[in-house]
Each structure stands twice: as C-alpha cells, then as structure tokens.
C-alpha cells in the first residue's frame, strides 16, 4: 500500500540504495514459490532496516518473524564483526529457503535461527540486545514488547512492523477485525510507555522505532 503519492513513493526508492543482488534473488525466488510473497520486507524498507542496522552497530538482533530471511539479511549488514542475530519464526517449511540464502550471505556463522512459538522461545535466549524487530502474529505484538522489554540494552532500538496495516488503523473497527484491534492498543501502549522513546515513520505498511532509554 502506499501511504505517498505513488509518483512521489517512485522516487523515493529511485533516489534511495538499491539492494545487493542476493536479496534481489532472494526476492525473485520468493515470490516464484512461496505463498503470501508480499510479506517481504521489500527493497526500500530492506535499505532502511540495514541503515538502522549500521547506525545501532549492534552486537545481538532478536528478530521475531524469520520468513524467507530477507530482513535478517538486512539486519546482518550492520553487525559487529563477532555479532549474532537470533531469528525466530513458526513456520518449519521456510528453513531450506532461508538456509539456502543464509548460507550464501557471508553471515552465516552470525545467525541462529530457531523454529516454533516465540512466546516461549524468547525466554530462553540468554541474551540482552541492541536491536529488536517485530514483524509476526499480530495479535501477539503487545506480548513479544513485555518479553522483549527487560532483555534490551539501554538505547537499544525495537523497531515493529506492519503498524499502519494497510491504512486499518485509521478507519471504523470491524469488532471482528483482532489484528487492527491488536495493533491499536499495541501502537497506542508503545508510545506511552516510559521506558522508550516511540516514532511512526509511515514507510511501506508502517514501522514503528522505539528507543529504549538510558
């Protein structure tokens, strides 16, 4: 969806890096063979996560949503040389895509992939981090914050995707509607938390940077 005027959006991704070529493979395999393709990070939003990345410099990157690994690639462009990014998602049939692309990246060796529910997942990286990204279940999104909130080094950076959904958040609620419903009261407890310090930047479907205070 896009939030700009589409000519004025072109020439944003125009005037912005382009990928590297193995996203770019990456995407064209994606969408070739998986279902729902459009829940890639994209091209433009893929920059801004791997410029994020580079500013942070983080040593750990908790990712709450693998998929094709597309954003954990992007992440991994910013890591400290000895940095992992822990990257969690439900769906066992993605891990031979992502594998394959992982493996591939350079970054193999910085990244620990884990399959199953990420509610229980997350307790047991013995971790603190720098960076979070969540882009999953949305009805989850408040629940992965309080897990998330206690294991992030002082500004630290989580960042949450999907947070305009596709313009929802602005219109009458279907009372059937769970994930605008979610995303409401997560956008709305996010920003007045005390803890973080929270902008919407309105890229793509919404992305939400939360620094966490010193």
Same mark, same amino acid.
């Given at each position: 969806?896009?939030?700009?005027?589409?000519?004025? !959006?072109?020439?944003?991704?125009?005037? =912005?890096?382009?990928?590297?070529?193995?996203?770019?493979?990456?995407?064209? #395999?994606?969408?070739?063979?998986?279902? /729902?393709?459009?829940?890639? =990070?994209?091209?433009?939003?893929?920059?801004?996560?791997?410029?994020?990345? %580079?500013?942070?410099?983080? %040593?750990?990157?908790? #990712?709450?949503?693998?998929?094709?690994?597309?954003?954990?690639?992007?992440?991994?462009?910013?890591?400290? !040389? %000895?940095?992992?990014?822990?990257?969690?998602?439900?769906? #066992?049939?993605?891990?031979?895509?992502?594998?394959?692309?992982? !493996? %591939?990246?350079?970054?193999?060796?910085?990244?620990?992939?884990?399959?199953? /529910?990420?509610? #229980?997942?997350?307790?047991?990286?013995?971790?603190?981090?720098?960076?979070?990204?969540?882009?999953?279940?949305?009805? /989850?999104?408040?629940?992965?914050?309080?897990?998330?909130?206690? &294991?992030?080094?002082?500004?630290?950076?989580?960042? =949450?995707?999907?947070?305009?959904? =596709?313009? &929802?958040?602005?219109?009458?609620? !279907?009372? &059937?509607?769970?994930?605008?419903?979610?995303?409401?009261?997560?956008?709305?407890?996010? /920003?007045?938390?005390?803890?973080?310090?929270?902008v919407l930047l309105p890229i793509r479907d919404g992305l939400t940077l939360s620094r966490v205070k010193k």
């Open positions: 969806m896009h939030f700009l005027p589409e000519k004025i !959006d072109d020439y944003v991704v125009e005037h =912005s890096q382009q990928e590297p070529k193995i996203l770019k493979e990456l995407t064209k #395999e994606t969408w070739q063979k998986v279902l /729902n393709p459009r829940m890639l =990070s994209g091209a433009f939003q893929g920059r801004v996560l791997s410029m994020i990345s %580079k500013i942070i410099q983080p %040593k750990n990157i908790l #990712e709450v949503g693998t998929y094709t690994g597309y954003s954990a690639l992007c992440f991994a462009e910013g890591l400290q !040389d %000895k940095g992992k990014i822990f990257t969690i998602d439900k769906n #066992e049939e993605l891990e031979t895509l992502q594998n394959k692309f992982f !493996d %591939k990246s350079g970054y193999r060796d910085q990244i620990i992939q884990f399959v199953g /529910n990420a509610l #229980e997942i997350i307790p047991t990286i013995d971790e603190t981090f720098d960076l979070v990204f969540i882009d999953a279940d949305k009805a /989850n999104y408040i629940n992965y914050f309080h897990l998330i909130i206690d &294991k992030m080094n002082p500004g630290g950076m989580i960042l =949450s995707d999907n947070v305009l959904w =596709s313009g &929802k958040v602005v219109e009458k609620l !279907d009372r &059937k509607d769970t994930d605008t419903k979610a995303l409401l009261a997560y956008n709305k407890r996010i /920003n007045e938390d005390p803890r973080i310090e929270t």
